[in-house]
């Protein structure tokens, strides 16, 4: 199985790279739109999830390694192929997909082109106890999920929770906890 890759980027497509690597083959790689924008070089290492079906074997590539976790995680839901999580990963950043997931906000997935009402709300149903651990500490989904776990582990409602989260500025995982503690008492 692929788990990376690096080459010379020889095509740009829209939501694909076509990637030579130093023996000389040459991977059509397919990539979201947040990825496309952080390239700045010809020059590329890319975090891949491999799908081989019967008819097709596909790359789907990531600079970033959160995005593919996100990827990842849905493509493993029913009804969500590569394309639809392609898009999700194009709209929504792994910071904006997460803070969609705690606060269960069904408008932010309907913006994906594909997903419908009925669509985003078995997403939010089906990953609502998954937790996305992110890679970078620093990101403020991932303290508003450390935080969230962290208050439910003492025993807070799901529901008052989010609304004692929802409305708190980002910050790190301690001053989170700390001022949720104060509204939820």
């Known amino acids: 199985m692929i788990v990376g890759i690096e080459g010379k980027i020889v095509k740009k497509e829209i939501t694909a790279l076509h990637l030579k690597i130093a023996s000389g083959i040459t991977y059509k790689v397919f990539i979201s739109l ?9 020059a590329i ?4 999830t491999q799908i081989i079906r019967e008819d097709q074997h596909s790359l789907y590539g990531f600079v ?3 995005e593919k976790k996100v990827f990842d995680t849905l493509i493993k839901l ?9 898009a999700v ?14 606060s269960q906000n069904v408008h932010a997935f309907q913006k994906v082109p594909g997903i419908g009402p009925k669509s985003a709300k078995r997403i939010l149903v089906e990953l609502s106890d998954f937790s996305l651990h992110l890679s970078d500490e620093e990101s403020s989904g991932g303290n508003m999920l450390e935080a969230t776990m962290a208050l439910e582990s003492l025993g807070f409602k799901k529901d008052a929770i989010k609304k004692a989260l ?3 500025q980002s910050g790190d995982t301690q001053t989170l906890i700390k001022e ?3 509204k939820l008492s």
Request: proline share 4%.
């Open 89 to 102: 990963c194009s709209t929504l950043s792994p910071d904006d997909f997460t803070q969609a997931l705690l």
């Open 78 to 86: 029913n009804g969500i192929g590569p394309s639809t999580a392609l």
């Open 45 to 48: 290492s890319l975090h891949v």
């Open 180 to 182: 949720a503690l104060r």
């Open 34 to 42: 947040f990825s496309l924008g952080k390239i700045t070089s010809d």
């Open 166 to 168: 929802g409305s708190l």
């Open 64 to 66: 970033d390694e959160n």
